[in-house]
């Protein structure tokens, strides 16, 4: 049965939020950073539904998830988002795996709720303040944002896809469906571009001295062909983070779930069952 295939909806602070589930067993949550949404743990997500009880979002604003450009969008917003999602759904502790922004909801959910987590995996994660990267920090500039309207199209997308990339010949037509899905109409380019707007480094200042006090076991993973995000940030992570885990992945860039979408499992079902 294809994860993807059974799309379930829920009113999270009065918005719709899609998501995908399957399997059973101890709760897995895939949390997508910017520019992707659910569809970027598809290769990855077969490896644990035999065992786990499968959780894949669209965060609010990407997907097929609202897109309410009223909203905040923020990475606190989300990850207290993904804390009501999981109360609606009774689940009372989850294992969380993060990539790109999705790793700063991540550490922003484990410091707040350390209790209703099993394990942390952040890949490729943002983390303090080096990042946002451009660029990001020039959508919050009106007039940036307006031509970024105007002259955001697929070829130029694709190239941003493809830098992503270590294995470049990954980028085909298959998978830039999926990327340029949301930016068919209007609605949900803006709402990338609100998505960026909202993205704000001091999110994650604020909680640096408490990052150092995350006890769950976390596991920290580097694409080392990651043009978007140094290695600085993998690197202080894990020198902060006492119970982590730093491994490097020669041959993945910033998309490590489509580089080596095995791999990337692999290390993620050694975590989880050794936590």
């Given at each position: 049965m294809e994860i993807f295939n059974y799309p379930q909806s829920i009113k999270i602070q009065n918005n719709n939020i899609r998501y995908y589930r399957q399997g059973s067993g101890e709760c897995l949550v895939f949390v997508h950073g910017i520019t992707t949404y659910s569809f970027i743990w598809k290769s990855v997500i077969a490896y644990f539904t035999n065992k786990y009880d499968v959780i894949a979002i669209d965060l609010l604003g990407c997907g097929d998830s609202e897109k309410d450009l009223q909203e905040d969008f923020s990475l606190k917003r989300q990850a207290h988002l993904i804390k009501d999602l999981l109360s609606e759904l009774q689940i009372e502790k989850a294992h969380l795996v993060c990539h790109d922004v999705g790793g700063g909801i991540g550490q922003?959910?484990?410091?707040?709720?350390?209790?209703?987590?099993?394990s942390l995996c952040?890949?490729?994660?943002?983390a303090y303040d080096f990042w946002p990267v451009q660029p990001i920090i020039a959508m919050r500039t009106p007039i940036i944002r307006q031509l970024a309207m105007a002259s955001l199209d697929f070829g130029v997308f694709s190239l941003i896809i493809k830098r992503g990339l270590y294995h470049k010949d990954k980028c085909?037509?298959?998978?830039?469906?999926?990327?340029?899905?949301?930016?068919k109409d209007s609605s949900g380019k803006k709402a990338f571009l609100h998505f960026a707007k909202c993205l704000n480094n001091q999110n994650l200042l604020e909680i640096e001295k408490e990052i150092s006090e995350i006890e769950i076991p976390t596991l920290i993973i580097r694409g080392e062909a990651d043009v978007y995000l140094s290695s600085i940030i993998a690197e202080k992570l894990h020198k902060n983070i006492a119970n982590s885990k730093l491994i490097r992945i020669k041959t993945a860039g910033h998309f490590l779930q489509i580089d080596e979408p095995e791999m990337l499992s692999h290390e993620i079902l050694n975590h989880i069952s050794n936590k």
């Amino acid at each position: 049965m294809e994860i993807f295939n059974y799309p379930q909806s829920i009113k999270i602070q009065n918005n719709n939020i899609r998501y995908y589930r399957q399997g059973s067993g101890e709760c897995l949550v895939f949390v997508h950073g910017i520019t992707t949404y659910s569809f970027i743990w598809k290769s990855v997500i077969a490896y644990f539904t035999n065992k786990y009880d499968v959780i894949a979002i669209d965060l609010l604003g990407c997907g097929d998830s609202e897109k309410d450009l009223q909203e905040d969008f923020s990475l606190k917003r989300q990850a207290h988002l993904i804390k009501d999602l999981l109360s609606e759904l009774q689940i009372e502790k989850a294992h969380l795996v993060c990539h790109d922004v999705g790793g700063g909801i991540g550490q922003i959910f484990a410091v707040n709720y350390p209790k209703m987590l099993y394990s942390l995996c952040l890949i490729n994660s943002v983390a303090y303040d080096f990042w946002p990267v451009q660029p990001i920090i020039a959508m919050r500039t009106p007039i940036i944002r307006q031509l970024a309207m105007a002259s955001l199209d697929f070829g130029v997308f694709s190239l941003i896809i493809k830098r992503g990339l270590y294995h470049k010949d990954k980028c085909n037509d298959e998978l830039m469906s999926y990327f340029w899905k949301p930016f068919k109409d209007s609605s949900g380019k803006k709402a990338f571009l609100h998505f960026a707007k909202c993205l704000n480094n001091q999110n994650l200042l604020e909680i640096e001295k408490e990052i150092s006090e995350i006890e769950i076991p976390t596991l920290i993973i580097r694409g080392e062909a990651d043009v978007y995000l140094s290695s600085i940030i993998a690197e202080k992570l894990h020198k902060n983070i006492a119970n982590s885990k730093l491994i490097r992945i020669k041959t993945a860039g910033h998309f490590l779930q489509i580089d080596e979408p095995e791999m990337l499992s692999h290390e993620i079902l050694n975590h989880i069952s050794n936590k």
